[in-house]
């Protein structure tokens, strides 16, 4: 299959936007995991001349509160599993959240490549807002925006490297 790329973070940080900017053809809907996840996406990308598969995780969730935690450390550990580098994606808009905390926390502990990734900075004075993730303490971090491509380039450059 070659390499796997995970995209992991809370609901509604990006993932999917910057999911469907990154593949080229939507490969079928697949693995139902337990019921309560639907829509596992993976599809097929390549950058600088290097194929990858890219899974976009934790689609839909139904369920309460506690049970959407779980849904998403279960996604995390997934593909934390499943995939030769990770691209964590978080939010600027909304700054660091609880939930980013605890996803730093289970990738804090991971061997593979995290590219702690910071969606949504759509312009520069965003990019000074984004400092506040170090605090997640997985080092470095890329600033993208998945709605007009800033940021991507270097995003994929570092990550390809690594595949
Ligand atoms: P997911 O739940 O992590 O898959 O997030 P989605 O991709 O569904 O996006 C959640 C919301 O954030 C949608 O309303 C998107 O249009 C918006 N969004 C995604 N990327 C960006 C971005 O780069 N900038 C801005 N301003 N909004 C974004
Ligand atoms: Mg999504």
């Known amino acids: 299959m070659g390499a796997i790329?995970?995209?992991?973070?809370?609901p509604n940080v990006g993932k999917s936007t910057f999911f469907n900017r990154l593949i080229k053809r939507?490969?079928?809907?697949v693995?139902?995991?337990?019921?309560?996840?639907?829509?596992?996406h993976y599809g097929k990308s390549d950058w600088n001349g290097k194929e990858f598969s890219v899974i976009?995780?934790?689609g839909y969730v139904v369920g309460s509160?506690?049970?959407f935690e779980k849904e998403i450390d279960k996604q995390v550990e997934l593909a934390?599993?499943?995939?030769?580098?990770i691209i964590f994606m978080v939010d600027v808009e909304s700054g660091v959240t609880g939930m980013d905390e605890d996803v730093a926390k289970l990738l804090?502990?991971?061997?593979?490549?995290?590219?702690?990734?910071?969606n949504k900075v759509d312009n520069t004075q965003r990019v000074a807002d984004a400092v506040e993730f170090y605090s997640l303490g997985l080092g470095e971090y890329y600033t993208v925006s998945s709605i007009n491509g800033s940021g991507t380039g270097e995003l994929?450059?570092?990550?390809v490297e690594v595949l």
Do not use: M, N, Q, W
């Open 5 to 10: 790329v995970a995209i992991v973070g809370r």
């Open 65 to 67: 509160d506690d049970i």
């Open 26 to 29: 939507r490969e079928a809907i």
């Open 56 to 58: 976009d995780t934790g």
């Open 108 to 118: 804090r502990k991971v061997d593979k490549p995290v590219f702690l990734t910071v």
């Open 80 to 85: 934390i599993d499943e995939a030769d580098a």
């Open 156 to 159: 994929l450059d570092a990550l």
């Open 31 to 40: 693995d139902e995991v337990s019921g309560v996840t639907r829509d596992r």
